[in-house]
């Protein structure tokens, strides 16, 4: 087989310490170079990094300066193409900034006469209307385009875009692997297995573990309180171990200990808590969400983690993204960040967690579907740059 050899810019929310992110770009990664052994084109990543040591030393690809407009436009001259995604980059709920820069990033490469990729993104929300004709331009000088839900792609459509130039793709991370020796295998027999006693080999019964990442949304942190109250009332039911998972730092590690504290003391009913410090890496991270039995989660790819290791998922919705996602596991959040019932929460873990292998063998065969169709976008990049030679 002849092998080619590409130069692609990735473009998106990488080097900000957002394990979800990172997971994005990882799984980005891990497509694109299990595509190209497949397919005899090589890919050469360079990466736009807000930290660009911090990405060529996690990763070992070249990385830029994603602000540094000059080393942004020699990256992408050099380059075979640009891919801007995944993840939810053209939006206006958390500011103004986001979707100009990604935007201005495709719309540099357009004009460099690059073919430009959107991959597995999720769009919006878009709440100003000055954005949609600029969306609209840009998408239309791509020479593909995906979108991880129908939401998003309902958007495009209605900016114009056929419903053939639309691919519904899941998410990136739904591809993600375990670390290098470790594999789902594992967590598919402990989901099986979920309704037997775990005895450690010291003879104590190993606690299940309830794994919880968390976020700041509401002013008056009234959905961290119920969440709080949700997993008091679980634990006065049921020994557990309470595995708080920061996926933003430091934010996420603030609103863990929030809820921390208002606990109190559950371990004097048998419960453990505990928190994972400074872990960015995303594989590590999966590796520690294919260890919980169940996870509840604000976060998105805190979900994504736990439905891509058949571990079912609790999701609390800030954003229609959350709705998305759960909608794909034929489910629904169990609330809502404006409304959440702690009663509820704790009654929906408490049913996941007696109910693991029924839960498994009614979502595996979809799980599974998911990981494969996550690839899709890569295949079709590549395909695209091989038949251009």
């Not at 360079?46 to 602000?67: A, K």
């Not at 790819?301 to 079912?312: D, F, M, R």
Request: aromatic share 6%; with cysteine.
């Amino acid at each position: 087989m002849v092998t080619t050899s590409k130069k692609l810019v990735i473009s998106g929310y990488y080097g900000f310490r957002n394990s979800g992110d990172e997971a994005v770009l990882k799984s980005i990664l891990t497509a694109l170079e299990e595509e190209s052994h497949r397919s005899g084109v090589t890919i050469e990543p360079i990466v736009l990094s807000i930290d660009p040591e911090s990405t060529t030393s996690m990763y070992g690809v070249r990385s830029v300066h994603r602000m540094k407009l000059k080393e942004v436009r020699e990256a992408i001259k050099e380059s075979d193409g640009l891919i801007s995604g995944g993840g939810s980059l053209l939006q206006d709920a958390t500011g103004l900034k986001s979707i100009p820069y990604y935007l201005g990033v495709i719309k540099l490469a357009q004009w460099l006469k690059k073919p430009t990729f959107i991959y597995a993104q999720g769009i919006g929300p878009v709440n100003r209307k000055i954005f949609n004709p600029m969306i609209r331009s840009v998408f239309k000088g791509c020479k593909y385009v995906s979108v991880r839900d129908e939401q998003s792609a309902d958007y495009l459509r209605g900016l114009g875009l056929q419903w053939n130039q639309i691919h519904v793709v899941p998410d990136p991370v739904m591809g993600l692997p375990l670390p290098e020796g470790k594999g789902v295998e594992g967590a598919l027999a402990g989901a099986a297995s979920a309704n037997s006693t775990d005895v450690s080999s010291a003879g104590q019964t190993k606690l299940p573990v309830i794994g919880v990442s968390v976020r700041f949304w509401e002013s008056d942190r009234k959905e961290l309180t119920a969440i709080a109250s949700g997993l008091k009332k679980l634990c006065a039911k049921k020994a557990v171990h309470l595995r708080f998972l920061p996926f933003h730092l430091p934010k996420d590690e603030q609103a863990s200990r929030f809820i921390m504290e208002m606990l109190g003391d559950v371990t004097s009913k048998g419960s453990e808590v505990s928190i994972i410090q400074d872990l960015t890496d995303p594989q590590l991270m999966l590796e520690e969400v294919s260890k919980c039995d169940v996870v509840i989660g604000m976060r998105l790819h805190s979900l994504i983690y736990a439905a891509s290791q058949y571990v079912p998922p609790v999701g609390i919705s800030y954003d229609p993204k959350i709705d998305q996602f759960m909608l794909r596991l034929d489910s629904e959040p169990v609330g809502s960040t404006t409304a959440l019932d702690g009663d509820k929460l704790a009654k929906s873990v408490a049913t996941l967690l007696d109910q693991r292998s029924q839960w498994l063998k009614e979502n595996e065969d979809r799980i599974t579907e998911l990981k494969q169709e996550a690839r899709v976008p890569a295949q079709q990049i590549i395909n695209y740059l091989g038949r251009k030679g």
